[in-house]
């Protein structure tokens, strides 16, 4: 027995399926999940010493790769100090500064743990400034694992194949509306019927939770126009996006201004971190100035703020963005040609610096249903495959990978390679 699979089983004794999110347990790839113990730039180890090239990246956060040294020194310097004091500290101020300072719509920020709170309090106050209730949402779309976003949502539901969760009251639901990604006449519909009670929009501006979806030419468009003639509040979740792109947010490189904007992953660069921002306006709503509640204990965390405040730094001194854009589309175009020139049901989505390997003979996908066509059969494989060969890919068909500054073109490289060797042996499309 490996080292990972002792560490397992003596996991599956004290914890639900022996991890702490389900999409860790390798369920929907077959196998045992390895235990990490130590990472360095685009590496891991595990229990047994085992190196593999990561592309889940911690599922995001991670754009300097793991351990950066200004981020480990900067945690270790604002620890030394102590690890929380529930009173204000110098570190959320500095925090706030600079989300501002890099997102002109970010005039105010408020700080909490996790995407999922941001992404809570983001709605909260959608509803409190509106004083309306419903929320429209996109299928195939995550915002974390409050109860009313459960409604068709992706990353481990989808993974899980899951429609919802038990514990999910109808009521907490009921004001929540999912309706077709990219789909303009659906959401112009939905705002013709109910378009003065509902409160929010709330959208991954390019979406990441069904694999890799992009938004089609004038689908955000569609979103800032319908919400600001029906007076909802659109809430961009850059929660994947936000600071993946360049050093800012997406919603700056698509000319589109939303309300409300939440951020997680990234701006805690590997800490608990997620962060709400908007105007001033509407974030003076927010409790002590306003109405809408919002609190909590180790929000503003002197280290978490610590590894944010180093991680947007290193990407605004470094801007790793280019070269990791590149860096996709090598590793996509060397999958992409070989399917097309051998008929193969697998294309490769990829956009500036994250890519999903889709096992479907439909591309692009530009939606959930249109994902569903995905053999994750064949993705179980490959995943295996691409372990065996010691690249840690993020181990579902519906998830994004990503690159980060670390990754070099000789591990795209050897990647790409390891990836065609599956794909050779994989049966022509059938016609
Ligand atoms: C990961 C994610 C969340 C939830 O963040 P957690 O930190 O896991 O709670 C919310 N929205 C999007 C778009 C995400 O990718």
């Not at 045992?32 to 113990?37: A, C, E, G, L």
């Not at 959320?92 to 989300?99: D, M």
């Not at 038990?166 to 309706?179: D, Q, Y």
């Not at 608990?272 to 919002?294: K, T």
Request: glycine share 10%; aromatic share 8%.
């Amino acid at each position: 027995m490996t080292e990972s699979q002792k560490l397992f089983q003596r996991a599956c004794k004290h914890i639900p399926g022996g991890v702490n999110s389900p999409v860790r347990a390798f369920r929907a790839v077959g196998g045992d999940p390895v235990y990490i113990k130590r990472g360095s730039g685009a590496r891991i180890y595990d229990a047994d010493d085992n190196e593999y090239i990561d592309f889940c990246g911690s599922w995001g956060p991670l754009a300097l790769g793991h351990a950066h040294p200004d981020v480990v020194s900067a945690v270790i310097s604002a620890a030394k100090d102590g690890l929380s004091f529930g009173a204000c500290n110098p570190y959320e101020v500095e925090f706030a500064e600079l989300i501002s300072g890099l997102v002109p719509h970010a005039e105010m920020v408020r700080m909490v743990n996790s995407g999922t709170e941001a992404v809570m309090t983001a709605l909260r106050l959608a509803r409190g400034c509106t004083g309306r209730s419903r929320i429209v949402k996109f299928d195939g779309c995550y915002h974390g694992h409050a109860d009313y976003l459960l409604v068709s949502a992706g990353s481990g539901l989808l993974t899980n194949s899951m429609p919802a969760s038990l514990g999910v009251p109808e009521s907490a639901v009921a004001e929540v509306i999912s309706t077709p990604y990219n789909d303009v006449a659906a959401l112009e519909d939905i705002f013709q019927k109910e378009g003065d009670t509902i409160a929010a929009v709330i959208v991954e501006p390019v979406a990441g939770n069904m694999g890799l979806v992009v938004p089609e030419p004038g689908f955000l468009e569609a979103l800032r126009r319908l919400c600001s003639k029906h007076g909802a509040l659109l809430v961009f979740d850059e929660v994947i996006t936000g600071f993946r792109f360049h050093a800012g947010a997406y919603a700056t490189l698509s000319g589109i201004t939303p309300d409300i904007t939440t951020f997680g992953k990234i701006a805690g660069g590997g800490m608990p971190l997620g962060a709400i921002a908007a105007g001033r306006q509407i974030m003076e709503q927010l409790a002590p100035l306003g109405q809408v509640y919002q609190a909590g204990t180790l929000s503003g965390n002197p280290v978490a703020a610590a590894a944010g405040i180093a991680t947007l730094n290193a990407l605004r001194r470094l801007n790793p963005y280019p070269a990791m854009a590149e860096l996709a589309d090598v590793f996509a175009g060397g999958i992409n040609r070989f399917a097309v020139e051998k008929q193969l049901n697998v294309h490769c989505a990829a956009y500036k610096g994250i890519f999903t390997v889709f096992f479907t003979g439909r591309s692009p996908l530009r939606n959930l249903e249109e994902v569903k066509s995905c053999d994750t059969g064949t993705f179980a494989a490959f995943f295996r495959h691409m372990l065996k060969r010691g690249f840690y890919l993020s181990p579902s068909q519906f998830e994004l990978n990503f690159i980060s500054a670390a990754h070099t073109r000789a591990e795209i490289d050897s990647a790409a390679e390891a990836a065609i060797e599956f794909l050779a042996d994989m049966p022509k499309m059938k016609d």
